[in-house]
């Protein structure tokens, strides 16, 4: 009989300890996820391509004119240097513990060319920056990025 106790005592206290529940994400900030996609744009300016690297998810993926992945925005970042550029009406949104987004009108100038013969391109965009929180190290990284020429 006591041994039927004890085991139905370990029983429901291992269920309670189950059923406790972990507690739910905390919830990023608006000037958390501002602060990212500012620093996107400043670590692209300082040329830092490591670093460049290690602000996107292994499966970024980049829409504009084209489709393209991680590799193929860095050697674009290798040969065209972020001269200047400007965020202008910066919005936050949300969307999941772990998911936000960044919408914005963007001015920049890229030089593509070289110190004695510059090919500077000039570009006002919108863009939309998809941000998720990496399930083992927490850290904030840029999963894809879109860019839609600005209406005069």
């Given amino acids: 009989m006591r041994l039927l106790l004890l085991v139905t005592a370990s029983l429901l206290a291992s269920r309670a300890f189950a059923q406790t529940p972990a507690s739910p ?7 958390e996820i501002v602060k990212l996609e500012q620093n996107l744009w400043t670590t692209m300016a300082e040329g830092d391509f490591a670093a460049v690297h290690s602000l996107f998810t292994p499966d970024f993926i980049q829409v504009d004119e084209h489709i393209q992945a991680l590799d193929t925005l860095l050697i674009t970042l290798k040969h ?3 001269e200047s550029y400007e965020l202008r009406d910066l919005q936050v949104r949300i969307l999941t513990p772990d998911s936000a987004l960044t919408a914005y009108h963007v001015v920049n100038t890229f030089n593509c060319g070289t110190a004695d013969k510059p090919s500077l391109m000039n570009n006002d965009n919108n863009s939309v920056t998809v941000w998720v929180r990496q399930p083992k190290s927490g850290s904030w990284l840029a999963q894809a990025h879109t860019e839609t020429p600005a209406k005069p």
């Fill in 25 to 31: 994400p905390q919830l990023p900030t608006s000037v």
């Fill in 80 to 82: 065209c240097k972020l």
